[in-house]
């Protein structure tokens, strides 16, 4: 695949990924991956008040798996838990200025990742819970 096919925010995110690295005092993580092309990303969040406070990404992939990852980051830091939930696939690609057909899939990593993330952090915070009212 060529550069050309890219967008710059593609290329740029790929380039200068914004929020990459792991979270060693993340509140939860998210996965995801596709067996059929390789790419694996894993999110990690740390939680206040129900706002996604900081996060940060380790992805193996391709340039769009890359770029996808840091855009996915850059689109919930700072929003709450609902509206974080509501990022799709399809908003991903359109805040990169689109991706090749071939590439579509990589933004589904970063959507799902995110809501397993959340989905995560839900369950730590509700087995705690449990935990305290016992």
């Known amino acids: 695949m060529f550069c050309e096919s890219f967008s710059d925010k593609v290329i740029e995110r790929f380039m200068c990924p914004r929020n990459a690295g792991s979270m060693p005092d993340a509140d939860a993580e998210g996965t995801c ?41 850059e689109l919930v830091k700072g929003k709450s838990l609902e509206e974080a939930l509501k990022l799709t696939d399809a908003d991903i690609t359109e805040a990169l200025g689109g991706l090749p057909e071939n590439k579509l899939h990589c933004s589904v990593l970063g959507a799902t990742a995110l809501k397993n993330a959340i989905e995560n952090y839900r369950n730590k915070m509700t087995e705690h819970q449990g935990a305290n009212e016992q």
Do not use: R
């Not at 894993?42 to 992939?61: A, C, H, P, R």
């Open 33 to 73: 991956g596709d067996p059929s092309c390789g790419d694996s990303l894993t999110l990690y969040i740390k939680v206040k008040d129900d706002i996604i406070e900081d996060i940060s990404f380790l992805v193996f992939g391709c340039v769009a798996a890359i770029a996808t990852s840091s855009m996915t980051t």
